[in-house]
């Protein structure tokens, strides 16, 4: 079976339980789609990319090899700090935390005026991701850990398909310009920092609402909300690196 998607629309395609043999998938994107048991034999795979934060949360065989755990380890020793992000302790909390800000620092201060605003197909910019960043802080923190009733800042930039799921959207608008975002996320920051002060071990096990789905069967803990938010730094982070190295690439 072959289906020609070039320059069409995305479009949904069920092939559970098919078998596709000799058929060409060269250059095509998936995104948001179902791969789990999915068996790829004798194929042509050159150049294939698999780029999926959910990587982490099973297996991946190669040949008959798990890479899920050398994955993790590469990208431990590509982003220091990274391998503390699920800690049990303040401690090792915050120094993940420091590790990650030192690194987001460094990647904003590099990215020149004209990448701010530049993306990669239909991936986040720099501004968009930053974005992103304020909002995962006021839903994990200021929501679920505080449990503030009206958390989100108004530039905060929302996952794709909240509008579907039915969230009001009324509530964000566009950022005046690069200050204003900077200007919310220092004060974001400053939230998680100074949370991750204070915070004994006995605090990180106190339960909370999941800020996405309250009445849901997983009801965090403090320790969950403050984990959910390294793993969106670290995991956007290198998104976000990724993509500006490619439009460097490409000269924009």
């Known amino acids: 079976m072959t289906v020609d998607h070039e320059g069409a629309e995305p479009m949904r395609v069920d092939f559970k339980g098919a078998s596709l043999i000799r058929s060409s998938f060269s250059g ?13 034999q004798e194929c042509d795979v050159g150049g294939l990319s698999i780029d999926t934060h959910d990587l982490f949360f099973g ?5 008959g090899v798990d890479v899920v755990p050398l994955v993790d380890a590469e990208l431990n020793r590509r982003f220091p700090g990274r391998e503390l992000q699920n800690s049990r302790t303040p ?6 935390w420091e590790a990650v800000q030192e690194a987001w620092a460094k990647t904003v201060d590099e990215t020149p005026a004209q990448l701010r605003d530049a993306r990669v197909g239909t991936e986040w910019s720099l501004a968009q991701t930053l974005r992103h960043l304020i909002l995962a802080t006021d839903a994990w923190l200021v ?5 503030q009733e009206k958390p989100f800042h108004p530039i905060g930039q929302i996952f794709t398909g909240a509008a579907e799921g039915g969230f009001d959207m009324s509530i964000f608008r566009e950022a ?4 204003e975002i900077l200007s919310v996320r220092a004060e974001r920051q400053q939230f998680v920092t100074d949370c991750l002060a ?4 006995a605090q990180l096990e106190e339960e909370r609402a999941n800020p996405w789905d309250p009445e849901g069967d997983w009801q965090p803990t403090v320790g969950d909300c403050l984990r959910v938010i390294l793993e969106e730094e670290w995991a956007h982070l290198r998104y976000i690196r990724r993509d500006l190295d490619i439009l460097r690439q490409q000269g924009s």
């Not at 929501?143 to 449990?147: D, K, L």
């Open 176 to 179: 005046t310009g690069f200050d």
């Open 28 to 40: 095509a994107t998936i995104r948001f789609s179902n791969l789990t048991d999915l068996v790829v």
């Open 91 to 96: 401690e090792g909390l915050r120094e993940s």
């Open 198 to 201: 204070t915070v004994t071990e």
């Open 143 to 147: 929501s679920g850990v505080e449990r």
């Open 59 to 63: 297996t991946l065989f190669v040949n």
